[in-house]
């Protein structure tokens, strides 16, 4: 048996003895779940369809199938935890594309900040079963997507702006290059069907975009419905004739996104930044205090974890607290285990309200000595 086997099976007993069941998808799912998950992972599926016309995937990551499951079960809006671990599929450039993926999933638990200080250290936990002495010095960074979007609440932006500020942040762009006016330069002059839209009955301009495409038989681009490409030239159009954010409000921002460094001391520069700013971010920075506090409880020092408002992850359902593990002696930057709060997926999958989630996956391939050709 593989040293890559031998993982896996520690790992997932790790995992379910932690309490979190045993849960394991489907591989072939419905690839319209998979496509307001990031654009970095809507260019990496496998895509096929069967002869009545539906479009499907080979399982790209876990998080989305399990809530799913947990939709689908008698569990769903409860409290309820699970485990996975088996192969994933996604095309890596220079890389295999098929690996094997353990990980964590927690839905329901209103105790947030308690449940993502747990979802930290059992992942960090299960990175290390099994693994080098080494491995026990992972270095771990954090951030928060829910602080980033309460500062754009603050700041009173239009909802269109906080949107292309959130879209760019995550896509990791400076606050340079996601201010700087639409450029049309690689999709074509759409100044005819913006203009038509400026200032438009949005119900109204929604239903023209969605009729003209409909008659030119387009059906969908880029995995995009007719209803996702009515709504992208709408936002276009309001970003065409905004007035943009000020150079104050900029600054703000970009001071927020310079903080970094340890967690704590961070706090207490947010905090100054958002008095000096008149911002009310206490009830989120109190939020942040508090699963400190909850990590420190289960043993880590915080001190030793890397705080950085810019840090983010490149998957959209993210709306919290982010982290990664990186093994310094590993693959560069590749985190070895990653993960954070989704709170609104669940309700873009068909919950009828949001249902509070955390989770976190582990890349097996990652870990030290598990590589191609390793063997016991």
Not at 162 to 176: D, L, Y
Request: charged share 25%; aromatic share 8%.
């Amino acid at each position: 048996m593989s040293l890559v086997d031998d993982i896996s099976q520690a790992i997932a007993a790790h995992l379910v003895s932690a309490g979190y069941a045993r849960c394991e998808p489907p591989i072939l799912q419905p690839a319209s779940i998979f496509f307001d998950s990031g654009e970095d992972l809507r260019g990496q599926l496998y895509l096929t369809g069967d002869v009545s016309g539906a479009d499907y995937c080979l399982r790209p990551e876990y998080t989305i199938p399990v809530s799913m499951a947990y939709l689908a079960s008698e569990a769903a809006g409860e409290s309820a935890a699970y485990s996975y671990c088996g192969p994933v599929f996604r095309f890596r450039a220079g890389d295999r594309s098929e690996f094997t993926q353990a990980g964590i999933e927690s839905f329901g638990r209103l105790d947030r900040e308690a449940a993502d200080a747990e979802i930290l250290t059992l992942a960090l936990e299960a990175a290390r079963v099994g693994q080098a002495p080494g491995l026990q010095n992972l270095s771990v960074r954090i951030g928060d997507a829910g602080l980033f979007s309460g500062l754009l609440e603050a700041l009173d932006l239009a909802p269109q702006w906080r949107r292309r500020i959130a879209r760019g942040h995550m896509q990791g762009k400076s606050i340079e290059a996601i201010l700087k006016e639409p450029s049309n330069a690689t999709s074509g002059d759409h100044s005819g069907v913006l203009g038509v839209l400026e200032g438009a009955d949005k119900q109204g301009a929604r239903a023209l975009v969605e009729d003209l495409l409909r008659i030119a038989g387009i059906t969908s681009v880029g995995g995009r419905t007719p209803a996702e490409i009515a709504d992208r030239f709408l936002e276009q159009a309001a970003l065409k004739t905004g007035a943009g954010v000020s150079a104050e409000k900029r600054a703000i921002i970009e001071r927020f996104l310079s903080i970094e460094g340890d967690p704590d001391q961070a706090s207490a520069q947010l905090r100054k930044l958002a008095a000096e700013a008149g911002l009310d971010l206490a009830g989120r920075l109190d939020r942040f205090d508090t699963r400190l506090g909850f990590i420190a409880a289960l043993g880590l020092d915080v001190k030793e974890l890397a705080f950085a408002t810019s840090f983010t992850r490149n998957l959209d359902y993210y709306t919290g607290f982010v982290f990664e593990a990186l093994d310094p002696a590993g693959q560069g930057d590749k985190p070895v285990a990653g993960g954070g709060r989704y709170d609104q997926l669940l309700q873009t999958l068909g919950a009828q309200a949001s249902i509070p989630a955390v989770g976190a996956a582990i890349w097996i391939d990652r870990l030290r000595g598990t590589g191609p050709g390793a063997a016991a």
